[in-house]
């Protein structure tokens, strides 16, 4: 049986194009003071919608706040989150620190089949004043531009059973492409003569 390349490309999600998330491995704020971390991502994913998420397990970590597709910032509570698709970058900032903020948090963008994303840890300093890191870009490569550590941690995988975009593959499109192969069956079926 032959199958189409475009169909292929909704059998197989994220098949075609390679994505990498890069980002900070630590950052530090201080008490009442607000951070800013840049996560950089690959050409191609620029309208897929980058998230920010707090918890040590990638499986279950609580989304902040989330991307609309656009490069409008989108704001919950003391979270911020802006793309700017032009750079392949995007940014997030958390405001009014509180101690209890020190966490694992995730950088991530959400696409069809898993999820990439890559792991900061923040710190938290007591202390009042504000503490601002952040990335920017450079000819050749990112720089880290706060005091903070100057790592790049490697990107992981989302469990694709808590992606959305698995579940509509799974729900709708697997059902769909069954029906499509169980006609070819059926069309090109021996036939009896009499």
């Not at 475009?6 to 994220?14: A, D, E, K, R, W």
């Not at 609580?62 to 802006?82: A, F, H, P």
Request: hydrophobic share 35%; charged share 15%; with cysteine.
């Amino acid at each position: 049986m032959w199958l189409s390349p475009s169909l292929l490309l909704l059998i197989l999600p994220g098949y075609s194009i390679a994505a990498k998330i890069t980002g900070p491995t630590t950052v530090n704020g201080s008490e009442q003071g607000s951070l800013t971390v840049q996560c950089a991502y690959g050409s191609g994913w620029e309208t897929y919608l980058k998230w920010r998420c707090q918890g040590a397990d990638w499986n279950y970590c609580n989304i902040l706040v989330k991307t609309n597709g656009s490069e409008q910032e989108v704001k919950k509570n003391r979270v911020s989150i802006r793309d700017n698709q032009k750079n392949h970058v995007f940014t997030v900032t958390m405001e009014n620190l509180k101690r209890d903020d020190a966490d694992s948090y995730w950088c991530g963008t959400e696409r069809p089949g898993i999820d990439l994303g890559v792991k900061v840890q923040v710190t938290i300093n007591p202390g009042t004043q504000t503490a601002v890191s952040e990335w920017t870009t450079t000819t050749a490569s990112l720089a880290f531009t706060a005091a903070a550590t100057q790592k790049t941690s490697s990107p992981l995988t989302r469990s694709p059973l808590k992606s959305t975009h698995f579940l509509f593959l799974f729900l709708l499109e697997l059902p769909l492409l069954l029906s499509m192969l169980g006609t070819v069956l059926w069309v090109n079926r021996p036939q009896r003569r009499s």
